[in-house]
């Protein structure tokens, strides 16, 4: 199968994508967060071809693509007004509510569950895509299942060329991490992924926030969890990634010590002329974490070659978007972090 490119403002992108996914295609979709790999999220069929394309395990539920909160009721119900301000604060936007599933919903969607994610993108050619083709369109991140996110069309291009008919190109995604996940089935909402929308944020309109141990820690393969997908290793290049915290230069000095050939260092741009010789990578400014959420997964694709040993990872501090870098990148080294204010 031939894999075409359309730039998303050419007159033929929306109605040929959906199309596709009427017909039950895959398409990759730019959406504000990362790319996503979009089918008929109500055609088990279509549904399937995402989690072969991706080799995604099949308890892994996909997020349902919606044009707004008028959407919500044909999809959940028991809805509690929590959802509806939520979708009055950040929608459309980097937000993802769980919600219990109508029948309507296939099991394959949800992963098993009796629940379903929901999320109106803010990114104008997904949502006239989704008005197009008249369905909620089910998308995970279009990555390889376990690589580093797609935030370009060129990420879904290398991941899937010859596999799906059409990549739309919407450009560089500008948050770069995904959405933020919260559970409204419980009596206290509850934080299933940090992302674009801060836990600040989502605590002024909720007034209450469960922080779910998936976010903060490692868990096993074998665990319930509420996102099954936190389960799985994730967002990783192939080779270790180790956290460096601390100051600047007690960083530096710790990398420096220890670097090897072969090893890479990832770093702020503003950290760039400290590790000169070792190849530093920079995913973008520590004084605008903007620029790193958007930044990471383009970079740990970059180091994701089986030439590097090892990789040293500088991360931000703080809430926001900060939250949802800090997770991703110790996902991407399974929580291995070294403190360089402590050790020699
Ligand atoms: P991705 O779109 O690749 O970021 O993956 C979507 C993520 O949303 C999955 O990995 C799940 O962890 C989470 N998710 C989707 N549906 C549900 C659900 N019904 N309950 C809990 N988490 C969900
Ligand atoms: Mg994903």
Redesign the pocket.
């Known amino acids: 199968m031939e894999t075409l490119i359309l730039p998303g403002e050419h007159p033929d992108a929306v109605r040929t994508a959906a199309d596709i996914i009427k017909n039950g295609g895959l398409v990759g979709i730019p959406t504000e967060?990362?790319y996503?790999l979009g089918a008929n999220g109500l055609d088990e069929q279509a549904v399937a071809k995402i989690f072969e394309a991706?080799g995604?395990p099949q308890d892994?539920?996909?997020?349902l693509h919606i044009s707004g909160p008028e959407q919500i009721e044909q999809f959940c119900h028991h809805i509690p007004q929590k959802a509806y301000d939520l979708a009055e604060a950040f929608w459309p936007g980097p937000l993802?509510m769980?919600?219990p599933?109508k029948e309507c919903v296939p099991k394959r969607t949800?992963?098993g569950?009796?629940?379903?994610?929901v999320r109106c993108p803010d990114h104008h050619i997904a949502r006239a895509i989704i008005r197009a083709s008249g369905v909620p369109i089910a998308?995970?991140?279009a990555?390889l299942s376990g690589k580093p996110?797609t935030t370009t069309a060129q990420h879904v291009y290398h991941d899937h060329a010859g596999k799906i008919p059409l990549i739309i190109d919407g450009g560089a995604c500008r948050v770069g991490v995904?959405?933020t996940?919260v559970?409204l089935?419980e009596e206290r909402p509850r934080l299933?992924?940090p992302g674009g929308i801060g836990p600040e944020e989502l605590l002024a309109v909720l007034g209450d926030l469960v922080v779910d141990k998936a976010v903060t820690a490692q868990v096993d393969k074998d665990e319930v969890?509420?996102?099954?997908?936190?389960k799985?290793r994730h967002y990783a290049p192939q080779e270790p990634v180790v956290i460096v915290a601390g100051s600047r230069e007690k960083a530096a000095a710790y990398i420096r010590r220890h670097f090897q050939p072969g090893d890479r260092v990832l770093c702020f741009r503003e950290e760039l002329p400290l590790y000169e010789g070792c190849g530093p990578l920079s995913y973008g400014e520590e004084a605008d974490v903007n620029t790193l959420s958007a930044g990471l997964f383009a970079a740990l694709r970059e180091l994701d070659d089986p030439k590097i040993h090892q990789v040293y990872a500088r991360c931000p501090v703080g809430g926001g978007v900060a939250y949802a870098v800090q997770n991703r990148l110790k996902k991407a080294a399974a929580f291995h972090i070294v403190d360089a204010e402590e050790e020699e």
Do not use: H, Q
């Open positions: 967060t990362v996503g991706k995604r892994n539920p996909l997020i993802t769980v919600l599933a949800t992963g569950l009796s629940t379903v994610a998308a995970p991140s990555n996110s995904e959405s996940i559970d089935t299933l992924r969890v509420k996102a099954p997908g936190m799985y």
